[in-house]
């Protein structure tokens, strides 16, 4: 397996614009997770799912993100509009169960930088 | 709830020194421990885990952490330090059982390494 897939890797934008951000979690796993990572804050959970439907999205920061996760090998996180302290490092990561016995497999990382 | 402290954000070893990352949990129940190890520009990647049995395990790059229950500690250690080890270390505990539990996150200890 490729590992969970993340794109993309860098992403530069202005402020006002929509990103979309991109994951592929590993084949077969049944939850998929939305962290971000900044110097101040550390790992943040935003968002997580299991089995596709999303059950806590209570990190999200505001209504400007949103995340979707429309079939078991595709998620995005969408920011609109983008801001400034939106920039940090955005995590996708799946695990098979919640918090079980393998632990999660993260993806490399979409560094988002908003100018 | 279940909770997970790192003490010290930085930790700085001489090359061929001995490396010790402390971390402590709290769980209501016997947890699962991890550790993980992010690179810099790179996403987290699992370094060893305890679920059940031996307390002692032998994680990847010579790595090793031991469950102590009365302390409720799971530290990190390595007997030689090395230059590729400098990395930020992360510490997690799950109380979950299959489909339950969430995996907290410590908020990491930065290992740098001195020739």
């Known amino acids: 397996d490729a590992g969970v897939i993340q794109s993309p890797r860098h992403e530069v934008t202005e402020m006002g614009q929509e990103v979309t951000l991109r994951c592929k979690p590993i084949?077969?796993?049944?939850?998929l997770f939305w962290y971000r990572q900044t110097m101040m804050r550390g790992l943040e959970l935003l968002i997580y799912?299991?089995?596709?439907?999303?059950?806590?999205d209570s990190g999200m920061p505001e209504d400007r993100f949103s995340a979707k996760m429309p079939n078991a090998s595709f998620s995005t996180l969408k920011i609109q509009p983008s801001e400034p302290r939106d920039s940090a490092v955005y995590f996708c990561?799946?695990?098979f169960g919640f918090g079980g016995l393998e632990g999660y497999t993260f993806g490399s990382g979409t560094r988002l930088t908003v100018v | 709830a279940q909770s997970v402290t790192q003490l010290g954000s930085h930790v700085s070893v001489s090359e061929g020194a001995l490396v010790l990352l402390r971390c402590n949990y709290s769980?209501?129940?016997?947890?699962?421990l991890f550790w993980y190890v992010q690179y810099p520009n790179q996403g987290l990647q699992l370094l060893l885990k305890y679920t059940t049995g031996a307390t002692l395990v032998k994680g990847i790059n010579g790595f090793e952490a031991e469950f102590k229950k009365s302390e409720t500690s799971f530290h990190l250690t390595k007997p030689s330090a090395h230059m590729s080890d400098a990395a930020e270390y992360f510490c997690a505990v799950s109380d979950g059982r299959g489909s339950q539990g969430n995996l907290i996150f410590g908020k990491g200890t930065k290992l740098s390494v001195k020739p």
């Open positions: 990561a799946s695990s």
């Open positions: 799912f299991n089995n596709n439907v999303p059950i806590d």
């Open positions: 084949s077969g796993h049944d939850y």
């Open positions: 769980s209501s129940v016997p947890p699962y």
